[in-house]
């Protein structure tokens, strides 16, 4: 899990992620590929 600035670089290296919402944070996941994991802030 990465903990960035922005989720726009992390959203385009693979097709399959998503960015979802959850308590507050914003986060980047993929459910194909787990390692592309990333919150933002």
């Given at each position: 899990?990465?903990?960035?600035?922005?989720?726009?670089?992390?959203?385009?290296?693979?097709?399959?992620?998503?960015?979802?919402?959850?308590?507050?944070?914003?986060?980047?996941?993929?459910?194909?590929?787990?390692r592309?994991?990333?919150?933002?802030?």
């Amino acid at each position: 899990m990465k903990v960035v600035n922005s989720l726009k670089t992390i959203k385009r290296r693979d097709k399959n992620c998503r960015v979802v919402r959850r308590r507050g944070r914003v986060y980047v996941i993929n459910r194909r590929n787990p390692r592309f994991k990333a919150r933002q802030g």
